[in-house]
T-cell receptor, first 114, second 112 residues
Framework: DTGVSQNPRHKITKRGQNVTFRCDPI?????LYWYRQTLGQGPEFLTY????????KSRLLSDRFSAERPKGSFSTLEIQRTEQGDSAMYLC????????????FGEGSRLTVL | EDKVVQSPLSLVVHEGDTVTLNCSYE??????LLWYKQEKKAPTFLFML????IEKKSGRLSSILDKKELSSILNITATQTGDSAIYLC????????????FGKGTLLTVNP
């Protein structure tokens, strides 16, 4: 499968715990994005990487959230001290700079905070 | 702040009907408008519309961009139950990072 891969697909955790999600983009894509989607809403932009550099972060990304892309390939999104309001689908997408502008999405990691 | 509004938020039709989904936007520096289809998984790309490509068609689906009215429509003719999904409209507004601002989506249900 050469698409965007995310894991885990589902995570249930207790409030206050830390969680980490991983995204493996399409191999030749140098751009990687994290979005968050809650029920009844469209995806909301969280952050964006070009290669290993994190170039933009949304105001939605509080200091409990951190994202990395250490070697410009896979990325991780960590949420510390989770809150019930963090419950959402976390979507990763990738694209190629100079490409058509289409973002290719993974199937998401669904987080439930109890 | 960039804004994308879709209507209706939900729609129920019968197989064979034709539907029109709407998307309007207010953005500071429009570059492109994209339509995605989302079933119970990843959004999948349908169309991208730009100033140089304001109309796209693929099978039963077609989309038009109206830059004057800052809006777009997505038409689906002869709907099938497999068209049931959330249809998302997104706008890329300036810069080269292709960050997208999404609308809330239209939930389309096609009944047999």
């Amino acid at each position: 499968d050469t698409g965007v891969s995310q894991n885990p697909r589902h995570k249930i955790t207790k409030r206050g715990q830390n969680v980490t999600f991983r995204c493996d983009p399409i191999s030749e894509h140098n751009r990687l994005y994290w979005y968050r989607q809650t029920l009844g809403q469209g995806p909301e932009f969280l952050t964006y990487f070009q290669n290993e550099a994190q170039l933009e972060k949304s105001r939605l990304l509080s200091d409990r959230f951190s994202a990395e892309r250490p070697k410009g390939s896979f990325s991780t999104l960590e949420i510390q001290r989770t809150e019930q309001g963090d419950s959402a689908m976390y979507l990763c997408a990738s694209s190629l700079s100079g490409g058509s502008g289409e973002l290719f999405f993974g199937e998401g990691s669904r987080l439930t905070v109890l | 702040e960039d804004k994308v509004v879709q209507s209706p938020l939900s729609l129920v039709v019968h197989e064979g009907d034709t539907v029109t989904l709407n998307c309007s936007y207010e953005v500071t520096n429009f570059r492109s408008l994209l339509w995605y289809k989302q079933e119970k998984k990843a959004p999948t790309f349908l169309f991208m519309l730009t100033s140089s490509g304001i109309e796209k068609k693929s099978g039963r689906l077609s989309s038009i961009l109206d830059k004057k009215e800052l809006s777009s429509i997505l038409n689906i003719t002869a709907t099938q139950t497999g068209d049931s999904a959330i249809y998302l409209c997104a706008v890329n507004s300036g810069g080269s990072n292709y960050k997208l601002t999404f609308g809330k989506g239209t939930l389309l249900t096609v009944n047999p």
